[in-house]
C-alpha cells in the first residue's frame, strides 16, 4: 500500500514554503501527499503563483483547505499571530482527529507549534513526525528552557542584556540575554510564546522523529544535542536545493507566495553592475518603527551602495504604511534605490547583481542566502531570529550581527563592511558553506541519505 503522508503547516508564508517543497519532494519519492490549508493562504497562493497547475502533475497529491477560524477581514499579522494560532486550533483539533481515523493517513507531518497534532496521532494511532521549519539553534535553546526556568536564568534578573547565559550547552561563551529568543520576557507562566515553546518542545519526544531544514555540515553539533531528545531527527536542508537537484526539470518554478512577487526588481537588477546590491527584506511579518526605518533609509543612502528594499504594505509597525511616507523618503535618490512591496526572494538573491542581503534572520532568508552565496547584515527582531543572527555573526561567520542598536551612522558602516571593506572576508566564508550545502543535497549526501532514509521509514510505519 502506498504510503499516505498529511502535511500540515502553520498559516505564514515560511513554513508554507518549506512544507510545499517537502511536499513535492515526497511526491517526487512516489508518496501519496495531502496538504492542509488554510482557506485563506489557499486562495492566496492560487491567486499569485503556479502551484495549482504545478502540483496537477502529481496524481497523488491533494489540497486540503479548513478555516483558520478567523473572518476574512479580520488582519493576519504577527502582531496577532497569537489570535491565529489559538482560532485555528479550534477548528483544526476536530478535523485532523477525523481525517486521521478515516482517510488512510500514514503519518502525519504538523508544524512543530502544533503539539496539539501529536497528542490527536498518538491517541489514534496514527504516526507522527514533526517538522520544525525555526532554526535548530533557537530549537536548541527551546529544549534547554526547563533547565533554563530551573536554574533561575529566565526570566532575567536585572536589565543587563549582555549577561552570557551559561546553561544552554554548547552555546556557553555564546548566547547573550540580547540573543535569547525572547529577550524582554517577564513571566514564563503567563507569556503566550514562551508556554507554546514549551508545549513544542514537551511533543518532540513524543513524536516519532523530527524534520529539520539545515545540513550536518552547518549544524552538525546541534544536531547531536538535539537527537538527545529525538533520536529520529532528519536533517533534509536546504530543502528548496535538494528540491532542485532531484526535480528533472530544473529551470521549472517554485514560488509559492502569499502575496504578488513584483517582478520589475529583477529588470531593474539586470541594468545594475555585478554584486553592487544589497538586497532588504525583513521577511514576511517582521515590523519596523518609523524611526527605525528612518534610520535604515539613511544609513543605506549614506553608504553611497545601490539596494533593493521590500517595503512591505504592513512593515510599519505602529500605523498603516503610508505611500506618502516612502514616496518622500524615495524622492531624489531613485537610481540607487529600488522599493517593491514583494520580490521573487529566491530569484533576486541568486541575481549576480546582488552582493549582499540586509535580513531579518528569517530562517528561510538565512538559508537562501547561504545557498546562494550572499553575506548578511542581520537586524533579528524576535524569537528564533534573535538566536540566528548570533550564529550568522559568531559561529559561521557569514555577516554582521547589528543586535538592538538601530542608528544611521552604525547601519551605514555595516553596508560598507558588508559589501567593500569585509566583502572578500565573508565571501569566502559564505561560499565555503554553500558549496558545503551543494554536496550535502547531491547523492549520497548527508541531507540526500536523510531524505532517502524519511522515505524509507514513512514506507515501514503502519497503522
Ligand atoms: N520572501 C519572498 N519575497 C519577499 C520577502 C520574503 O518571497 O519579498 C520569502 C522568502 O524567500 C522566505 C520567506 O518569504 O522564504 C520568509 O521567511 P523567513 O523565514 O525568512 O521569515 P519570516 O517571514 O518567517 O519572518
Not at 545540513?215 to 532528519?234: A, K, V
Not at 529588470?267 to 526605518?293: C, H, R
Not at 560598507?416 to 569585509?422: A, I, P, Q
Request: with cysteine; proline share 5%; aromatic share 10%.
Amino acid at each position: 500500500m502506498c504510503p499516505h503522508v498529511l502535511l500540515f503547516p502553520l498559516p505564514i508564508q515560511s513554513p508554507i514554503n518549506s512544507m510545499l517543497q517537502l511536499a513535492e519532494l515526497f511526491c517526487l519519492a512516489g508518496l501519496q501527499v495531502t496538504f492542509l490549508n488554510t482557506n485563506h493562504n489557499q486562495q492566496l497562493l492560487y491567486r499569485h503563483t503556479d502551484v495549482e497547475s504545478r502540483f496537477r502533475q502529481y496524481p497523488k497529491f491533494q489540497f486540503r483547505t479548513i478555516s483558520d477560524g478567523l473572518p476574512d477581514d479580520h488582519p493576519r499579522s504577527s502582531i496577532l499571530f497569537g489570535d491565529l494560532i489559538t482560532s485555528l486550533q479550534a477548528v483544526a483539533e476536530p478535523f485532523l482527529r477525523e481525517i486521521v481515523t478515516e482517510s488512510g493517513v500514514t503519518c502525519v507531518i504538523p508544524d512543530g507549534l502544533f503539539y496539539y497534532a501529536v497528542d490527536i496521532c498518538n491517541e489514534v494511532g496514527v504516526s507522527v513526525i514533526s517538522f520544525d521549519t525555526i532554526s535548530p539553534c533557537c530549537l536548541w535553546v527551546y529544549l534547554c528552557f526547563p533547565k533554563l526556568i530551573q536554574s533561575g536564568d529566565i526570566p532575567f534578573k536585572g536589565n543587563d542584556l549582555d549577561v552570557l547565559i551559561e546553561n544552554v550547552p554548547g552555546m556557553e561563551d555564546l548566547l547573550r540575554r540580547r540573543d535569547f529568543p525572547f529577550y524582554r520576557l517577564t513571566n514564563c507562566a503567563t507569556d503566550l510564546y514562551c508556554q507554546l515553546a514549551l508545549k513544542e518542545i514537551q511533543s518532540i519526544p513524543r513524536s516519532h522523529g523530527l524534520i529539520l531544514n539545515t545540513f550536518e555540515d552547518l549544524d552538525g553539533s546541534l544536531l547531536s544535542n538535539i537527537r538527545t531528545h529525538c533520536p529520529q531527527t532528519y536533517a533534509v536542508g536546504p530543502l528548496q536545493l535538494q528540491l532542485k537537484t532531484r526535480l528533472s526539470d530544473k529551470s521549472m518554478s517554485s514560488s509559492n507566495s502569499l502575496r504578488e512577487e513584483d517582478d520589475s526588481s529583477i529588470q531593474w537588477l539586470d541594468a545594475q553592475p555585478v554584486e553592487s546590491v544589497i538586497y532588504v527584506s525583513f521577511g514576511s511579518l517582521a515590523t519596523l518603527t518609523k524611526e527605525e526605518m528612518l534610520e535604515f533609509w539613511h544609513g543605506l543612502v549614506n553608504s553611497g551602495i545601490r539596494f533593493l528594499w521590500v517595503m512591505r504594505s504592513d512593515l510599519l509597525r505602529e500605523e498603516k504604511f503610508s505611500h506618502q511616507f516612502v514616496k518622500e523618503l524615495t524622492d531624489g535618490s531613485e537610481e540607487r534605490a529600488y522599493i517593491v512591496s514583494w520580490a521573487p526572494q529566491e530569484k533576486v538573491l541568486s541575481h549576480p547583481a546582488i552582493g549582499g542581503f540586509l535580513t531579518h534572520s528569517g530562517w528561510n532568508s538565512t538559508m537562501e542566502s547561504i545557498v546562494e552565496r550572499k553575506p548578511m547584515i542581520c537586524w533579528a527582531v524576535y524569537v528564533d531570529q534573535r538566536v540566528t543572527s548570533r550564529f550568522v555573526g559568531e559561529v559561521w561567520k557569514i555577516g554582521l550581527d547589528m543586535k538592538d542598536i538601530c542608528d544611521r551612522y552604525i547601519i551605514e558602516k555595516a553596508v560598507k563592511d558588508l559589501m567593500v571593506t569585509n566583502k572578500d572576508k565573508l565571501k569566502k566564508s559564505v561560499d565555503k558553506l554553500s558549496m558545503l550545502a551543494k554536496i550535502s543535497v547531491g547523492e549520497g549526501g548527508s541531507s540526500y541519505n536523510a531524505f532517502e532514509s524519511l522515505v524509507n521509514d514513512i514506507k515501514k510505519l503502519g497503522r
